[in-house]
């Protein structure tokens, strides 16, 4: 809201590129270091824990607050900024992307990490095809995040 929109829609939906992609890898290897049966074992345990979770949130009436999330992750960030605000990485990424952009970027990249999102494009990208997989998600980040 205090920002200009273009900047943090750029730097969230970068953020989610990067784990759409970095998931549709880890898709990709997983599987080659583990067995097929594991990653399908796994997968399953995780999507009916993911599912019963979301039963007990609903039946208990609890809403999950993601206001207390980003208010520590913003007070994290900002004691992070002042330290490294002289930076030469700090002083590279302000040359073409700006602060904004930045935090924004992080701020989704840390709340979004570990996501229900993120186990299910990780399964799908290791049963179907990853660029189908990528794409698909990238249209719906992208569908997602510019209308939020």
């Not at 590129?17 to 796994?42: D, E, W």
């Not at 302000?94 to 924004?104: D, K, M, W």
Request: proline fraction near 3%.
């Amino acid at each position: 809201m205090r920002h200009p929109k273009a900047s943090v829609l750029g730097g969230a939906l970068a953020a989610l590129y990067f784990m759409t992609v970095l998931s549709a890898f880890l898709g990709i290897v997983l599987p080659n270091l583990i067995s097929q049966q594991t990653v399908h074992n796994c997968a399953t345990v995780l999507y009916t824990f993911f599912g019963l979770r979301l039963m007990w949130i609903g039946a208990r009436g609890e809403s999950e607050d993601k206001d207390e999330e980003f208010e520590e992750v913003e007070s994290t960030l900002k004691d992070s900024a002042t330290k490294a605000q002289k930076s030469l990485l700090r002083r590279t990424f302000s040359s073409f992307c700006t602060p904004v952009f930045v935090e924004a970027g992080i701020l989704t990249f840390l709340a979004e990490w570990g996501d229900r999102s993120q186990i299910a494009t990780i399964s799908l990208a290791a049963h179907q095809n990853p660029i189908g997989v990528i794409a698909g998600a990238c249209v719906g980040h992208t569908i997602c995040t510019s209308l939020a």
